[in-house]
Nanobody
Framework: QVQLVESGGGLVHAGGSLSLSCVAS????????MGWYRQAPGKQRELVAV???????TYADSVKGRFTISRDSAKNTVSLQMNRLKPEDTAVYYC??????????WGQGTQVTVSS
């Protein structure tokens, strides 16, 4: 059973930065994508950023230019650098990994709170 463990969440003032990391408990083969989603209170879970096996990335419009996703394929880790944070970025952030074989893995989530 693969577990994804996120770290790096916390409380920050608007305009500040946080870096999230996610590590898998064991090697995941045939990774299709690695990414981050978030869910704010009363809202649906939404895509924040994803990085695909060939290296391309996709970002939500709301975070473009402020967030950067990166990965270390050898270590099965994915990170999210978040700059110029806004109160509306407040949410629980979830790491996810999708494999070409159809497996989907999710972390337990890490809270990010941005104060105004």
């Amino acid at each position: 059973q693969v577990q994804l463990v996120e770290s790096g969440g916390g409380l920050v003032h608007a305009g500040g930065s946080l870096s999230l990391s996610c590590v898998a408990s064991r090697i995941i083969f045939s990774i299709k994508s690695m990414g981050w989603y978030r869910q704010a209170p009363g809202k649906q879970r939404e895509l924040v950023a994803v990085i695909f096996s060939e290296g391309s990335t996709t970002y939500a419009d709301s975070v473009k230019g402020r967030f950067t996703i990166s990965r270390d394929s050898a270590k099965n880790t994915v990170s999210l650098q978040m700059n110029r944070l806004k109160p509306e970025d407040t949410a629980v952030y979830y790491c996810t990994v999708q494999s070409f074989g159809g497996s989907s893995y999710w972390g337990q989530g890490t809270q990010v709170t941005v104060s105004s």
